[in-house]
């Protein structure tokens, strides 16, 4: 799959989250890379920010919180597209979560671990 076919599987997984909490994002943007860091090879997706849920008074002025969806590592697990767009979804809503302060076991438990 081409890297602008998958990029548009990762806008597709975002168009899917539910408008009201579209919303609520705030400070945030989507990348999409190639390979996440050799030390983590089949490393799916990254959050990097502070979580909503964490932010106070002295939040302003900070650089956007990152939400990166790797292509190699997600390729490489799914053999048909299908599979592509179901864990491209999978991951986007995972990383969105944590953008909203839920953790990896709340993740799990509802099924987008």
Known sequence: MSREDFEEL?????????????????????????????????????????????????????LPDRITIYRGPTLRMCHTREEAVEETEITVVHEVAHHFGIDDERLHALGYG
């Not at 050799?38 to 964490?54: H, I, K, N, V």
């Open 10 to 62: 990762v806008g597709e997984a975002l168009d899917r989250i539910p408008t009201e909490l579209t919303r609520l994002m705030d400070n945030v943007a989507v990348f999409v890379e190639d390979e996440p860091d050799p030390s983590d090879p089949d490393l799916l997706g990254l959050y990097e920010g502070t979580p909503l849920t964490e932010r106070g008074e002295w939040y302003a002025g900070v």
